[in-house]
């Protein structure tokens, strides 16, 4: 009768795993979709921009001039006259 105690238990066990699995996997295809829906819009958003670009003769720069840019930001320093701001960017 013990050995019919541990099957049950182990499959009692299994179910719970199978139960949990399934879980898993329900939440697993809900975030893949929500991250091909975000795909889709991303793909629709880009498309929308090109096309604007195409229209307007827009470059990437026009659009993202920051991101685009390669100027490095000059650190911040005060100067107080106009002549220690030539000196400043003279040295540049």
Do not use: C
Request: charged content about 30%; cysteine-free; glycine content about 2%.
């Amino acid at each position: 009768m013990s050995s019919l105690k541990q099957l049950q238990q182990q499959k009692a066990d299994l179910d719970l795993k199978i139960a949990q699995s399934l879980e898993t996997a329900k939440k697993i295809a809900l975030e893949l979709e929500q991250a091909q829906i975000r795909q889709e819009e991303i793909d629709a958003g880009t498309t929308q921009i090109k096309a604007l670009m195409e229209r307007y003769n827009l470059s990437q720069e026009d659009l993202f001039p920051i991101a685009s840019s390669k100027v490095t930001q000059l650190p911040i320093r005060e100067s107080k006259t106009l002549s220690d701001m030539r000196q400043y960017f003279n040295r540049r």
